[in-house]
């Protein structure tokens, strides 16, 4: 009997069925599962799964003999004035590159169409393979975040004044905190109330684990903390923090993460975890001192894509 040639085809999207969304979701945890990690970030993550939002652009890749099983997906999102990309290939595969340097090229032309831009692609963890392909693909630049862990529960910190986030009242306030404190940051500077909203609405969220700190009338500074309840072990995440500039100098930052690893021990939590930017040596020290360590390294490689023509659909040959 004759094999059959087995398919691959690449189909773009400007957005997805909620069929699409849940067997994309289905090959992220596939790969999350393999990895300890999920392999796309939170930006990613929440336009994927966000029905109402039609920014992001999709490239899936099929494969078997009638072209229908998902091996393979990249999306890019924009935000801030440049695009965040990921690409997710399904574990094992021995064609792993090839199928991660078609899914970017594609998602590349797909921004290309639409006025191209800066481009960050982010490399969850160990992936050599993967950032080989960026590099291949005129991403050039690297800058790396770094995941820090610590056990808990820690010798408490400076007392401090602290009261819970209230939902519908303290956006405003929070946002001009956040977006003065991180003016210099691509991703979490420029927040606006639409971004904080969905965080709201996220599955995690909790507003007793949003500490807010108050002085002269002002809202100072803050710790928004977050439990990762499907990891193993459980991860009580400092998910943002931040001091206003004109509160610098008087050591809120080291209570402030004090407060939110207490919260998160309070609550049965063992292991704490933050990221922080590898150009951050103030925040690194800071967070070393405090017994924290360096458990992963993410990078984002980027580079500027041109504006091109929109092309519709890239076929790739069976094999």
Same mark, same amino acid.
């Not at 067997?23 to 999920?38: E, F, K, Q, W």
């Not at 982010?122 to 960026?134: E, I, K, P, R, S």
């Not at 001091?243 to 690893?261: E, I, K, Q, Y």
């Given at each position: +009997?004759?094999?059959?040639?087995? +398919?691959?085809?690449?189909?773009?999207?400007? =957005?997805?069925?909620?069929?699409?969304?849940?067997?994309?979701?289905?090959?992220?945890?596939?790969?999350?599962?393999?990895?300890?990690?999920? !392999?796309? &970030?939170?930006?990613?993550?929440?336009?994927?799964?966000?029905?109402?939002?039609?920014?992001?652009?999709?490239?899936?890749?099929?494969?078997?003999?009638?072209?229908?099983?998902?091996?393979?997906?990249?999306? #890019?999102? &924009? #935000?801030?004035?440049?695009?965040? +990309?990921?690409?997710?290939?399904?574990? %094992?595969?021995?064609?792993?590159?090839?199928?991660?340097?078609?899914?970017?090229?594609?998602?590349?032309? *797909?921004?290309?169409?639409? %006025?191209?831009?800066?481009?960050?692609?982010?490399?969850?963890?160990?992936?050599?393979?993967?950032?080989?392909? $960026?590099?291949?693909?005129?991403?050039?630049?690297?800058?790396?975040?770094?995941? +820090?862990?610590? $056990?808990?529960?820690?010798? &408490?910190? $400076?007392?401090?004044?602290?009261?819970?986030? /209230?939902?519908?009242?303290?956006?405003? $306030?929070?946002?001009?905190?956040?977006?003065?404190?991180?003016?210099?940051?691509?991703?979490?500077?420029?927040?606006?109330?639409?971004?904080?909203?969905?965080?709201? /609405?996220?599955? @995690?969220?909790?507003?007793? %684990?949003?500490?807010?700190?108050? /002085?002269?009338?002002?809202? #100072?500074?803050?710790? @928004?903390?977050?439990?990762?309840?499907?990891?193993? !072990?459980?991860?009580?995440?400092?998910?943002?923090? #931040?001091?206003?500039?004109?509160?610098? %100098?008087?050591?809120?930052? /080291?209570?402030?993460?004090?407060? =939110?690893?207490?919260?998160?021990?309070?609550?049965?939590?063992?292991?704490? *975890?933050?990221?922080?930017?590898?150009?951050?040596?103030?925040?690194?020290?800071?967070?070393?001192? *405090?017994?924290?360590?360096?458990?992963?390294?993410?990078?984002?490689?980027?580079?500027?894509? !041109?504006?091109? !023509?929109p092309s519709t659909e890239l076929m790739i040959a069976g094999r």
């Amino acid at each position: +009997m004759a094999n059959l040639a087995v +398919m691959l085809r690449i189909e773009r999207r400007h =957005g997805l069925s909620n069929d699409e969304r849940s067997t994309i979701g289905n090959l992220i945890d596939t790969v999350t599962a393999c990895s300890g990690h999920r !392999p796309i &970030p939170d930006q990613l993550w929440l336009d994927l799964h966000d029905h109402e939002d039609d920014e992001a652009e999709f490239a899936l890749i099929f494969e078997d003999h009638n072209g229908e099983t998902l091996i393979g997906y990249a999306q #890019a999102s &924009p #935000a801030h004035g440049s695009w965040t +990309m990921g690409a997710v290939v399904e574990p %094992g595969r021995a064609d792993r590159a090839r199928l991660l340097g078609d899914l970017a090229r594609t998602v590349v032309e *797909m921004i290309g169409g639409r %006025g191209g831009g800066t481009v960050h692609w982010w490399v969850l963890g160990d992936d050599a393979l993967t950032d080989q392909v $960026a590099l291949d693909i005129g991403l050039h630049e690297v800058r790396s975040l770094l995941q +820090m862990r610590i $056990a808990l529960p820690v010798e &408490p910190g $400076a007392p401090l004044v602290l009261r819970p986030f /209230r939902t519908g009242h303290d956006e405003d $306030a929070w946002l001009a905190v956040n977006n003065s404190a991180f003016s210099w940051h691509a991703e979490q500077g420029g927040w606006d109330l639409e971004m904080l909203q969905r965080r709201e /609405r996220e599955s @995690w969220f909790d507003p007793a %684990g949003f500490l807010l700190h108050e /002085r002269d009338a002002r809202l #100072a500074g803050f710790c @928004w903390t977050k439990i990762h309840h499907d990891t193993q !072990p459980v991860l009580g995440e400092i998910y943002v923090i #931040a001091v206003h500039p004109d509160f610098h %100098g008087l050591g809120l930052g /080291r209570a402030l993460t004090s407060a =939110g690893l207490t919260h998160l021990a309070d609550r049965g939590v063992r292991i704490g *975890m933050l990221y922080v930017d590898g150009t951050n040596a103030a925040a690194i020290g800071l967070y070393t001192s *405090m017994g924290f360590v360096v458990h992963r390294t993410d990078r984002a490689h980027f580079g500027s894509v !041109p504006g091109t !023509p929109p092309s519709t659909e890239l076929m790739i040959a069976g094999r």
